[in-house]
């Protein structure tokens, strides 16, 4: 089985400073890594995936992650946040093989930039 | 772009209704499940679906029912809605070959039960 630990609830934060996201997992086998991004009333939307290969990976709007193997973690960065990154951030994983083939979410970190 | 379409955005409904939720996608996943959002638990499965007419319970399953008769459309289907069942209701689908695709998701049904 897997679990998804995202270490922050809520993460307040001014324009333009930087941010972190913080998201560490637990499994058994190898897995897939995704973010999620939750605008106010919407349903979520891919953000940015780990699959293989190179371990830092990017989004088209300023986000990355890094994933690291030894500590499980796949934390979320942005170097300088905007008012429209304000939305709930959930990180999750998914075997990548075997016969579970579902994804599992952390409880979600809302982040709130003030102008 | 697939899409995930969920058939309303708010829904007000009356504590004793039968309440459907409807939900179709156009990308021919053969996954597709329900899950229901609240404020500090995070997402929880509720159903899910693997096939046509195939059906597994999630975390949980209590007080729904969800049916699936074509590939594209999955229905939840709250028998007797109470007050507590008041959530934002989610429908995501996925390959179930390609596991790096992840999900995709419908835009939300806000219920509420008074």
């Known amino acids: 089985a897997q679990s998804v630990t995202q270490l922050d609830s809520q993460v307040p934060v001014f324009e333009e400073a930087p941010v972190e996201l913080r998201c560490n997992y637990s499994?058994?086998?190898?897995?897939?890594l995704f973010w999620y991004v939750q605008y106010p009333n919407q349903g979520l939307q891919l953000l940015l995936k780990?699959?293989?290969?190179?371990?830092l990976v990017e989004s088209i709007n300023g986000f990355e992650a890094e994933f690291n193997k030894s500590q499980t973690s796949f934390h979320l960065r942005k170097p300088s946040v905007h008012i429209s990154d304000t939305a709930e951030y959930f990180c999750a994983v998914r075997p990548s093989g075997g016969s579970n083939y579902k994804l599992t979410f952390g409880k979600g970190t809302l982040l709130t930039v003030n102008p | 772009d697939v899409k995930v379409t969920q058939s309303s955005r708010y829904l007000v409904k009356r504590t004793g209704e039968k309440v459907f939720l409807e939900c179709v996608q156009d990308?021919?996943?053969?996954?597709m499940f329900w899950y229901r959002q609240d404020p500090g638990l995070g997402l929880r499965l509720i159903y899910f679906s693997y096939d046509v007419k195939m059906k597994e319970k999630g975390d949980i399953p209590e007080g729904y029912s969800v049916s699936r008769e074509k590939k594209e459309r999955f229905s939840l289907i709250l028998e007797s809605a109470s007050t507590n069942q008041t959530s934002m209701y989610l429908c995501?689908?996925?390959?179930?070959?390609?596991?790096?695709?992840?999900?995709?998701f419908g835009s939300g049904t806000r219920l509420t039960v008074v």
């Open positions: 995501a689908s996925s390959f179930s070959w390609n596991r790096g695709y992840g999900y995709t």
């Open positions: 499994s058994s086998v190898s897995v897939y």
């Open positions: 780990y699959l293989s290969g190179s371990t």
């Open positions: 990308m021919d996943h053969e996954n």
